[in-house]
């Protein structure tokens, strides 16, 4: 999945901390996401800049006008598939304002119904998305794991590892059922057979979680 690397986009909205595997990496700043990156080099600067009030003097910054179709975050994931990533680690997209926060929910369910992996850190958690397929969690992960279905209707679930497991089950997105599991000290995974899952679980060490996309 992540063959050419990762590519990182860091968001205006808050994040516990940023931490970037430099390795086959690729870094957008989406608007008031370049003052969130501090001392990290941004290969690319995109967005309307009514967060950041100002348009930075970096050697790739893309304008974009204030009226537009697509959020900032989401520009900057375009430009990421036009340099060819197909894995995308999101910061600075949870909590804040709730509109944005689904916006970039659905924005990492479209890359999943495309063939791409997106992953949101923020809030404590880790957000992503599955469809038609199935994702390991973390084998040492320990916490709340939560699963959705984004489509209205996710069929063949599977819930393996888990404190409370599924089996060839109808996930509806009408039905919190999926909410507030729990990690067993074991490897869990999470599939469907038919629609997009949306995973969340909680994480506190973002490296550990960055260096395995690194790893597969």
Aim: proline share 2%.
């Amino acid at each position: 999945m992540c063959d050419k690397g990762v590519c990182y986009i860091v968001g205006a909205g808050d994040t516990e901390g940023i931490y970037i595997n430099r390795e086959d990496s690729f870094v957008i700043a989406a608007d008031g996401g370049f003052e969130r990156l501090g001392d990290i080099a941004a290969d690319i600067v995109v967005g309307d800049f009514d967060s950041l009030g100002f348009i930075p003097k970096q050697k790739e910054t893309v304008v974009l006008p204030e009226e537009k179709d697509d959020t900032d975050t989401a520009y900057a994931v375009s430009l990421g598939i036009e340099k060819g990533f197909k894995t995308f680690v999101i910061y600075g997209g949870m909590g804040g304002r709730p509109d944005h926060t689904l916006a970039n929910i659905s924005l990492i369910a479209d890359l999943s119904a495309r063939g791409y992996r997106g992953y949101l850190i923020g809030e404590g958690f880790v957000t992503t998305a599955v469809t038609n397929g199935e994702i390991k969690l973390p084998v040492n992960a320990d916490g709340t794991v939560s699963v959705f279905a984004f489509s209205d209707k996710c069929e063949g679930v599977n819930i393996e590892g888990l404190k409370y497991t599924l089996h060839n089950y109808t996930l509806r997105s009408n039905r919190a059922l999926g909410v507030s599991n729990a990690f067993i000290g074991q490897g869990a995974t999470v599939s469907s057979k038919n629609g997009t899952l949306i995973v969340m679980w909680q994480e506190y060490d973002i490296k550990k979680v960055i260096d395995n996309l690194k790893n597969k």
